[in-house]
């Protein structure tokens, strides 16, 4: 304990000092050098990350008959604002965080590492801005692990934006394309939309119950969240009860940057961003931090407002199926993706809203950490692999692909390993979270379980549509101008080391030897459950039912697809269109908000309000002008001035 | 007479102690090697500076409320903080000076260590005192050898025109202070202590008298309007490193000498003093502000800022509490480092090229992109702009004065706040946005500015954020 609180400090201040030293003398060093520094440094977080989890877990000495018990590893008093109110930045250790502080470090690492290949030319030279790729990378590791380590709502908030913003200049990265510097705008835009709702969320929270911290908000005592029900029970507001109505709001945070429907619109764009980046932010830990947020606060969402967490239920189950029709139409590879993980972090929700709590009753709980570990895993790995295919042939496009199989060896086995495990085929890791998830759902919720399994097999579809068109199918058009070639190991490592993962944790979890309800549940307590085969046996048939169309397709080039498509043709110009809600924004915007409301007010500012300034400014400027005067250089009129000036004083105080 | 109170004055004893070794180095060595003589000042200052941090915490010598001299010398944990501020100030000062005084001033470098060090006793003795005649021998300590210092740069008339007219003013306002003083003496029972005068103020008009003869003195050093004329032509005469000594150092240790004597002396009295001040600070800040807008020599421009920013310093007296008091210190802290960042650059920028004017600055991002920036971070926290110190310094004031609920006070330094941003931004538009007709060369400044600068800049964004720092002031306030 003492050990762990004396290393914690550094999980935040080496990203933190990384972020500083190549931010501020990046440029002084070799490309190289900073590539290299940045991933060593973030090793050794890593290596403190993986300590702290893995004695918080195995130790045993935080363990108590069976519970996990949530430490503070330090907390520190930053911004009193009252007596019983005040934030403090710290260092919270329950299983929750334990987990991501494994599934941030882990995909971090391998990001690092993979970037030092993906942002080398051909020719060997780098990409001219690597020190600030590798600065901010280092600042977005910082921002997620003080995010899912921290102990009150506040600090999340603080980190939660942090991590905004290195989203925005990660995507904005290649600065100099109008495409980019767009989707940043988009991504930043949308998620601070999101994230408004979210402060308000809390600030109604926390005037109620007069504290941000969680230890606090999510003690249950009998059946209730205590100090949420003695605080604000039978308080309304609008014929809603206060409490769902702040909880909400903070989902709608989290709905933001989990791009759940409708604020899903700037995740598909922010694929705009280097590939790595994409890996890390957009698919494995920033878009989670909405389910993370959601987890955290759980026992409030499940005992104090039942109806929203039904309403996130929907949502997700919406989100889900939207988007995976939308992937399934998508010809940019790394669009699928955005569009997969949108369908996954949905499916991570509907397990929430599924959810009951305590021990087997929380099955949905653990079921969507437990995806959202696995989906980190094999997503990252989705997205290195798609890099390293983009890296070789120089288009995002699966026109510009085909038969690579051959070429990219290592690239094609750990990307069908991640597609198998996406699909939910046994023994890969995938599998079994997501058969959890169809448990929990059929338990609990009926609609969501239809939903939920129809996307299974709507996701084998897409992802081996995917798989196939890359590595199969038949050689583009005009055929490669390079030859494409196998990247080297400092790519390959990654990809291999994840799939690694994958593999191993399903097998784990299919002999019992690490399951995964030991280590996290809804309640932390542990508890045992076994595969579910009722649930397991259709769903895998869903999955081989989608692999198998999707081979029917597009293993070989035939004319097939196009037959397909017309058979679907309203419906397929929709998908690709992703249903029009890009458009629905934009005429939101423009034609209502800016056209009918914006314009009045700024005709109002520009001419009531400016023109008022003016006068203020006209006035300031006027009377400087003529008490220069008093400044004439004489020393003898400055002693008149104090004299006077006592005088003054004196007449007026008596 | 038990000697060991002595040791509560340390911070006076080592400062005498080095001001003598000083003067002993220059006549041993002066002659041959004045490089020699610098060095010897500047470490043996720092090691003073380093020995106040760590030496003399009262609260540590199991004695809550030492006196010397039967209570003409007071001494606490703040008044110790505040004396280690100036320290680090001077140094501050020191390190940009240390180019000037190898070239220019190379032939009486040890005389302007001496004669700094002079003034800086007098300040401490100022901030210490427990009776007026002891705080009146401190301002004046602290006066007259400012006169010489300002009088420096003996070749030129600006610089010996700004030392006549300050020389003459501050003769007059200790006059002015001393027949303050006098009418105080008769109309309290024949006492200068200030716990005698608690007692016997009991709001006579001869008293009253004397209190604005006071204000009227100790507004002079505080430059408060309307004792602040001097201000602009001895800043803009005086060479650098005296002005920014003047505008930082000095003020400091005024505004907290005044609120020491507010605290202790007129206590009882608020209705008398807290009218006045309500009016000198509306006063200074706007007057300080409108005539900063149309200054475009940067040291007449830092001079009138520095009168708005002493006005926001008197917030802090204003307020009057421990809340008040906390927060002055901070203030002047954080305006400590970020003045100094200001004249800084303005002094090797002076260095360098003679240029004083804000149109010479003009471009400055495209020659020397890292001089601009510090002092586009000197300007935005001198601004108040989030998240730069200086905005939690001015957050913390005001809330200082909320807490007295003097709402409009507020309002208009809010206000005043607005007008002193576009002044600020105007010395940022020049260097970032406008185009330069003949730019300054880009040039490296010396080893000891750069890294005077740096520390200036690591403290102006960072101070703000350490929150600890703010909560150790407010523990140890009174």
């Not at chain 1, 972090?345 to 995806?371: F, N, P, Q, R």
């Not at chain 1, 097999?457 to 070639?485: N, S, V």
């Not at chain 2, 807008?293 to 009057?320: C, D, E, P, W």
């Amino acid at each position: 304990m003492e050990q762990l609180a004396n290393l914690a400090p550094f999980v935040l201040l080496l990203p933190l000092c990384m972020f500083l030293v190549l931010g501020l003398f990046g440029n002084k060093m070799a490309h190289k050098t900073a590539g290299l520094l940045g991933t060593a440094v973030f090793g050794v977080t890593s290596v403190i990350c993986y300590y702290i989890a893995i004695n918080y877990f195995f130790s045993g000495n935080f363990q108590n008959g069976g519970t996990f018990e949530a430490v503070e590893l330090f907390n520190m008093e930053w911004l009193r604002m009252t007596d019983t109110l005040c934030i403090h930045i710290g260092f919270l250790l329950d299983p929750l965080s334990a987990i991501m502080l494994i599934v941030i470090s882990t995909v971090s690492l391998m990001v690092h590492i993979y970037s030092m290949g993906y942002m080398k030319e051909h020719d060997g030279t780098y990409d001219g801005g690597l020190q600030r790729f590798y600065a901010v990378l280092s600042l977005f590791s910082f921002a997620m692990l003080g995010l899912v380590i921290a102990t009150n709502i506040f600090q999340m908030y603080i980190f939660w934006e942090l991590v905004g913003v290195s989203s925005f200049l990660l995507i904005s990265y290649y600065y100099y394309k109008p495409s980019a510097v767009r989707a940043a705008k988009k991504a930043f835009i949308v998620t601070r939309f999101a994230d408004m709702f979210f402060l308000i969320g809390i600030l109604i929270l926390s005037y109620y119950t007069g504290t941000f911290d969680f230890d606090k908000l999510t003690l249950v005592n009998e059946g209730h969240v205590e100090i949420v029900n003695s605080t604000m029970r039978d308080i309304t507001f609008c014929g809603f009860p206060i409490i769902s109505i702040a909880v909400f709001l903070i989902f709608l945070g989290g709905a933001g940057k989990s791009a759940m429907f409708p604020l899903h619109i700037w995740l598909p764009d922010a694929m705009e961003g280097p590939t790595p980046a994409s890996a890390l932010i957009h698919a494995a830990t920033m878009v989670v931090a909405g389910v993370y947020l959601v987890a955290r606060l759980f026992p409030v969402y499940h005992f104090e407002a039942p109806h929203v967490l039904e309403i996130i239920a929907y949502i997700g189950a919406f989100t889900s199926i939207f988007a995976a029709i939308i992937a399934c139409a998508q010809t940019d590879i790394k669009r699928v993706l955005a569009f997969s993980t949108i369908s996954q972090i949905a499916y991570m929700m509907v397990a929430l809203g599924v959810s009951g709590y305590g021990e087997a009753e929380g099955l949905g709980y653990t079921a969507s950490i437990w995806h959202l570990f696995t989906h980190a895993m094999f997503k990252a790995l989705l997205f290195m692999g798609a890099g390293a295919i983009i890296h070789a042939v120089h288009s995002n496009e699966m026109d510009d692909m085909g038969n690579l199989r051959k070429r990219m060896p290592i690239t094609h086995i750990t990307f069908l390993i991640a597609c198998l495990a996406i699909a939910g085929i046994p023994p890969f890791s995938g599998f079994f979270s997501k058969d959890e998830i169809l448990v929990a759902a059929l338990e609990n919720n009926k609609i969501a379980f239809a939903v939920e399994y129809f996307v299974a097999g709507l996701t084998a579809f897409y992802m081996f549509r995917l798989y196939y068109r890359i590595f199969w199918f038949g050689e583009p058009k005009d055929g490669y101008k390079h030859e494409p070639h196998e990247q080297s190991l400092v790519m390959t490592f990654p990809l291999m080391f994840l799939a690694g993962v994958t593999v191993i944790s399903g097998i784990c979890w299919m002999f019992g030897l690490l399951p995964f309800t030991h280590l996290i549940s809804s309640d932390f307590t542990n508890y045992d459950i076994h595969t579910h085969w009722n649930v397991a046996l259709p769903s895998i048939g869903a999955g081989v039912i989608g692999i198998l169309i999707a081979t029917f397709l597009f293993l070989e080039k035939t004319g097939r697809p196009n037959k397909a498509v017309s058979y679907f043709k309203r419906p397929y110009k929709w998908a690709v269109k992703k249903f029009y809600i890009d458009e629905v924004y934009l005429y939101v915007t423009n034609n209502i908000i800016f056209k009918r409301i914006c314009q009045p007010i700024a005709w109002f500012d520009r001419h009531v309000i400016d023109g008022f300034m003016d006068l203020l400014a006209w006035i300031t400027n006027k009377s400087s002008e003529e008490i220069k005067e008093v400044q004439s250089g004489y020393v003898q009129q400055y002693a008149w001035v104090f004299i006077i000036g006592v005088i003054t004083i004196v007449i007026c105080a008596i | 007479m038990d000697y060991t109170n002595f040791l509560f004055m340390n911070h006076e004893i080592s400062l005498v102690v080095v001001m003598v070794l000083v003067l002993l180095t220059d006549l041993i060595f002066g002659d041959k090697n004045k490089k020699l003589c610098q060095y010897a000042a500047l470490g043996l200052f720092l090691a003073h500076t380093v020995l106040g941090l760590y030496l003399g915490h009262i609260s540590d010598m199991g004695n809550s409320s030492p006196e010397v001299f039967a209570d003409m010398y007071i001494t606490s944990d703040m008044h110790i903080l505040v004396k280690n501020i100036l320290n680090i100030g001077t140094f501050l000062v020191f390190m940009f000076a240390f180019r000037w005084n190898t070239t220019e001033n190379k032939e009486h470098s040890s005389e302007f260590y001496f004669l700094t060090l002079s003034t800086l006793l007098g300040m401490y003795l100022m901030v210490s005192s427990g009776h007026f005649l002891l705080f009146y021998i401190g301002l004046e300590t602290a006066s007259i050898p400012l006169a010489t210092l300002v009088a420096f740069n003996k070749k030129q008339k600006e610089s010996a025109e700004a030392a006549a007219k300050y020389v003459l003013t501050a003769a007059f306002s200790s006059g002015v202070m001393l027949f303050g003083i006098s009418m105080l003496y008769v109309s309290c029972n024949g006492s200068l202590y200030f716990n005698d005068i608690l007692e016997a103020f009991d709001k006579q008009p001869l008293q009253i008298m004397a209190f604005a003869c006071f204000i009227a003195g100790i507004g002079f050093k505080l430059s408060l309007v309307p004792f602040h004329s001097w201000t602009a032509d001895t800043y803009q005469g005086a060479p650098t490193a005296v002005t920014a000594y003047l505008s930082v150092i000095s003020k400091g240790a005024a505004a907290f000498a005044l609120f020491c004597i507010i605290g202790k002396a007129f206590a009882y009295a608020p209705e008398v003093w807290k009218n006045i001040l309500w009016w000198l600070i509306v006063i200074t800040i706007t007057i300080g502000n409108l005539f900063a807008i149309r200054q475009t020599n940067m040291k007449r421009f830092m001079a009138f800022s520095s009168i708005s920013q002493a006005g926001y310093i008197m917030l802090g007296v204003a307020a009057g509490s421990a809340l008040g008091m906390s927060s002055l210190v901070y203030y002047v802290l954080i305006y400590l480092f970020t003045n100094l960042a200001a004249f800084g650059v303005i002094s090797s920028i002076e260095n360098e090229t003679g240029k004083l004017n804000r149109d010479d600055y003009d471009g400055l991002y495209e020659t020397n992109p890292k001089l601009a920036l510090v002092m586009m971070l000197a300007m935005f926290s001198l601004g108040g702009i989030p998240p730069f110190a200086g905005c939690f310094s001015k957050l913390f004031i005001f809330i200082s004065v909320f807490e007295q609920k003097e709402y409009l006070l507020v309002f208009i330094a809010l206000l005043n706040t607005v007008i002193s941003l576009y002044y600020y931004l105007l010395v940022v538009k020049a260097m970032f946005i406008k185009d330069p007709k003949n730019p300054i060369a880009t040039f490296k400044s010396d080893n000891m500015t750069r890294v005077g600068l740096i520390i200036c800049t690591i403290c102006m964004i960072v101070l703000g954020f350490i929150s600890g720092l703010y909560q150790y002031i407010e523990s140890i306030s009174f």
